[in-house]
């Protein structure tokens, strides 16, 4: 079994145990980038921590490892080939305020969230390129990739009546100060 198979697979029993522990305690699965689990502690009713714990799919974001090959002058004169992520672990902090969607009619709670928070994730690269030289010989390399900095959280929410389950869509805007410093990303879960 493959490690995003067995993270998948635990991911998947932590959600059928259940989605809520209590009214102001949320634990769940994150299906986005990343992929994993969160918990959501709300400190009043429209303000909460989140704290996420997770992974990247190995095919997600291609063309960033493949932008940052040419970032890193380790590679100067040398031709990209290809890259595998090898590992991939993300953690994620997050404070969001929560506003209350009023719709007549609706079962359940809908709500819109905003928010600020800090993203720490650890890949390990490999990457395959060509020396340039009159012989063009391929070799490989695995790298570290570090990416930190702060981020801003943006999403909607729906909070089900009567079974322990919330949906979620959100985008996030992280600006990277570590490893690539001004460097935008965009994520969404």
Avoid at 104 to 132: F, P
């Amino acid at each position: 079994m493959t490690k995003p198979s067995i993270l998948f697979f635990t991911l998947f029993i932590l959600f059928s145990i259940g989605a809520s522990a209590q009214d102001t305690h949320y634990m769940g699965v994150r299906i986005g980038d990343p992929i994993g689990i969160t918990y959501k502690k709300f400190v009043r009713s429209d303000r909460a921590f989140e704290f996420i714990l997770g992974t990247s799919s190995p095919r997600w974001r291609k063309n960033y490892y493949e932008n940052s090959f040419y970032h890193y002058t380790i590679y100067d004169g040398n031709s990209y080939q290809s890259h595998k992520v090898k590992s991939s672990m993300s953690l994620q902090g997050r404070y969001l305020f929560h506003n209350t969607i009023q719709a007549e009619g609706m079962e359940g709670k809908l709500q819109w969230y905003a928010g600020a928070g800090a993203m720490l994730k650890y890949s390990r690269i490999q990457y395959k390129y060509y020396d340039n030289t009159p012989d063009n010989t391929l070799l490989s390399n695995v790298r570290t990739n570090i990416d930190f900095g702060p981020e801003a959280i943006g999403g909607v929410e729906y909070y089900f009546e009567d079974i322990p389950l919330a949906v979620f869509g959100e985008m996030s805007v992280l600006f990277e100060m570590a490893d690539k410093p001004l460097t935008v990303q965009i994520l969404g879960g």
